[in-house]
Structure formats: C-alpha cells, structure tokens
C-alpha cells in the first residue's frame, strides 16, 4: 500500500500584504481623529499623538504577527475591523477625558486595549484547534454557569453599582464576570446542541403552518429562560438576561433550522419580560421610561444630573436616555465634529451611551459608518460559520457572531428608545475592561475557527510532474 506525501499551502503572499495595509490604514484613521480632537478642544495637536500613534501601531503589528504565524489563513478583515472599532472608542474616551468628565480615563482604557491583544494572542497561540473545545462542553456550563451566579450571592458591597449586581469588587480590583460567562457558555450551546440537534429537530404537532416540537424536547429552552429570569431578577441585569436567552434561542434555529422554536423562544421572554416588569419595581421602571421618557425626567440640579446613577430621584428616571436623544438630535446628519460638541452632558457617555456621544459629534452619517464596521464584522463571522467543516465549528462561530450583532443590537436600541434600556456596552468602544478583555477573546476565537476553515487541504509534493510515492 501506498500514501503520497504532502505538504501545506503557504499563505498568499498577497493576502498578508492587504491585511498588514488596512491595519495601516486603521490606525491612520484612528490617529487623524486623534488630532481632530486635540485641535477642536485644545487649538493644537495632542502632544502626546506620536508616541501613542507609535504604541497603538506597534501593538497591531504583534497582534498582526501572531495572527500570521499562529493563524495565516484567517480571514484578512477581521483584526483591520476590530481595530479600527476599537481605535475610535479610544478617541471618544479621550474626547471625554478633555472635557472633564469624570470616569473616562484614556490611559486606562489603552492598558485593557494592550492586555485584550495580549488574550487574542494567548488565545490563538494556546488554542491551535478550537475542536478541543467540544470536549470540554459540560466543563464550560458549568464555569459559564458559576461566573453568572458568583455576583448574586456576594453581598451588595462587593457586587452592587448602580443597582445592579454584576461585579465581584475587591479593593482597587473589580470585574464583571459575566462577561467571560457568555463565552463559555456560548461553547456550551454549541457542544450541547451538536449532541442533541436530531432529537430538538424532530416535530410534533402542526398548527396552521407551524410544526411544533415535541412537548418532552421543550427542557433546554425552558431551563435557559428560567436561567435568564434568575438573572433579571437576583442580579438586576435585563441586558445579560436578554442576551443569553436570545444567543440559546439563535444557535437552536441554526442547529434544528425550524423556526417554531423562535417563536417560542419570542413568546417565552415577552411573557417572562411582563411578568417580571409586574412584580419588580427596576425592571417595571425601565418600561416606564421606555414607553414615555419624556414623562419621567426633571432637573433638579444639571451638573449633578451629569454624574448620577440612572434613575436618580433628584433628576428622573429617564434623565440619561432624554439626553442621548437630545445627543442625536443635535448631531444631525454630519455631526458638530470632534471635540465639537457636547457629549459630555450624557450621563455615563464613556460607557453606557458612548455610542449617543459618538452621534452627536459624527453625526447620522459617521453612526452608519459605524454600524457598517460592526455589520461587516459579523458578517465574516458568519460567513465562517458557513465554511466551517463541521458542525459544531459551524455552530460555535455562528454563536459568537450573533452575540456580538446581538449585544450592539440591544445597546443601540436601548440609546436610541427602539428597546427599553438594558444597561451593557458598545464592544470595543465603551470604558471598561472586562467586556473588552472577553471580546478579545472572541475574536480570537472566529480567527481560529476561520483559518481552520479557510485553510486549503494540503498539496502532494511534485518533482517534475511527478507525485512523489513512498512503500509503507
């Protein structure tokens, strides 16, 4: 018997020379809107813009070379994408920091920025076939599951702000886990659902044009609403209760394609939503000022207004979301400009509403460009879901995908009144680091599961038109 011998596909050397240009192109970008800033706020180019323009480039570039040794195949755009996402969230952080507002903090955010592309690399360098993972599946439930519970049962002094309790605060330090909970319970789902797809998939009744599933199959989307319930009601979160409850039900239409279980999964949180909103005064407050902000918000004195949690007594309940309309409005279609305008009356613009403070200074127009970098993101994430080669990679990048569409979805509707307001933060732009160390990760992640899917198979070994045999 014989086998030919084989060898790998180098990546295109073209394919690295684009990808290494819009990461140029990325932090050129970044960098002129740098200087806009300096010059709207201050007359004069930051003094410091050369050798942030130097360390934010050099920092891209290590990204750059993990990427193309760990992961050559990978899909070009993302890291230019993310990037530059992430880069124009540090210009607003430091838009805001120059205004004096309180809680933006530019150095900090660089730092998560610096230790989020050191995850990515740790990622792909560790994790050279994301396969692995679904063995660990049960293994990652039960971590998502004990990150998402440690919060509620701390004691409000360590876990509590601004009434919700998300955080594991000690001393200096503090965290939300919650944040690397929907990581790995997302690989949770798929390695779950992979099992299990062949039974969820099987129908039971039919009503009008609807194949129902089969009433002993309905168990993991009942636990999973029940899971999002807990969370809304110990811990205060519609965001993160929203977002897992939406990403189950997603992977189970990718996973069984019946859409009979959207819509139970559609009527299963508006009727929990109502439910809730009835018994628990936050949540019935949040629809409150949802369905009239307008009706629910006074000033009582505007500079403390600025700085105070939402739905401070003194200014309203709806006191933030009146302003980032405010925000919108006065933006218009192009924007006052950088430096500009003035975001900085938004309460918590640096994270909550950075993407209400981004509007008023870039405008409707600058908004959708926006929106397109986030849209084109999420498509190459999905379009490795469909190239993967096996299903639970298919399962696990369409996951990831739908949870970054979802969570700016959900931030973007909350600011904007399309939703009520659920408290989580724009990816990659918003202060914090936490939600910016774990989609790190997450991108890391889609690279890994896009080069597997992207790598060509290898070539046999030719010698003058020949295929080399070797005799076992």
Not at 6 to 14: D, E, F, L, N, R
């Amino acid at each position: 018997m014989s086998e030919v011998a084989v060898t790998p596909v180098a990546m295109p050397a073209k394919r690295r020379v684009a990808q290494l240009a819009m990461l140029a192109l990325a932090v050129v970008i970044i960098m002129g809107a740098y200087a806009n800033v300096g010059l709207a706020v201050d007359g004069q180019i930051p003094a410091g813009m050369l050798a942030y323009g130097l360390g934010l480039g050099a920092l891209m570039l290590a990204a750059y070379l993990v990427l193309a040794k760990f992961a050559p195949w990978a899909d070009p755009l993302i890291l230019p994408l993310v990037t530059l996402i992430n880069g124009l969230g540090l210009v607003m952080i430091y838009r805001l920091e120059a205004a004096k507002m309180g809680g933006a903090s530019t150095n900090s955010q660089i730092m998560w920025t610096a230790l989020g592309v050191v995850m990515f690399s740790i990622t792909l360098v560790v994790l050279r076939d994301h396969r692995m993972l679904q063995r660990l599946t049960y293994t990652a439930g039960a971590v998502g599951l004990v990150l998402l519970a440690i919060p509620a049962l701390l004691p409000a002094s360590l876990s509590e702000v601004q009434g919700a309790k998300i955080w594991i605060r000690i001393g200096g330090f503090s965290i939300q886990p919650g944040e690397f909970a929907k990581l790995a319970l997302v690989v949770f789902f798929a390695g779950y659902l992979v099992a299990k797809r062949d039974v969820l998939a099987l129908a039971g009744r039919r009503l009008l044009f609807i194949d129902l599933p089969r009433a002993r199959d309905l168990g993991p989307v009942l636990a999973t609403w029940v899971l999002s319930l807990l969370v809304l009601v110990f811990e205060k979160d519609l965001g993160t209760s929203l977002l897992l409850f939406g990403t189950f039900i997603a992977m189970l239409y990718i996973a069984t394609q019946r859409t009979s279980w959207v819509l139970i999964g559609i009527l299963l949180f508006v009727g929990g939503a109502f439910l809730a909103g009835q018994v628990f005064d936050h949540v019935g407050a949040r629809f409150d000022s949802w369905l009239d902000p307008a009706n629910d918000v006074y000033y009582g004195n505007a500079d403390i207004c600025q700085t105070s949690p939402p739905g401070d007594s003194m200014c309203g309940k709806s006191f933030q979301i009146m302003q980032g309309l405010y925000g919108f409005g006065a933006g218009g279609i192009l924007g006052t400009g950088l430096g500009q305008g003035h975001p900085y009356l938004i309460p918590l613009s640096f994270s909550d509403f950075i993407f209400a403070a981004t509007g008023e200074e870039l405008g409707l127009t600058g908004l959708m460009a926006l929106l397109m970098l986030y849209a084109l993101l999420v498509q190459r994430g999905l379009r490795t879901s469909l190239a993967a080669r096996d299903p639970f990679s298919k399962l696990l990048a369409g996951g990831l995908s739908f949870i970054l569409a979802w969570q700016v979805f959900i931030i973007v509707g909350g600011v904007t009144n399309l939703i009520p307001l659920t408290g989580l933060v724009t990816p990659f732009m918003s202060q914090g680091g936490s939600a910016l160390l774990a989609n790190w990760i997450l991108i890391a992640l889609l690279v890994r599961m896009s080069d597997a899917a992207r790598r060509p198979p290898p070539q046999a070994i030719q010698n003058e038109g020949l295929t080399q045999v070797f005799q076992r």
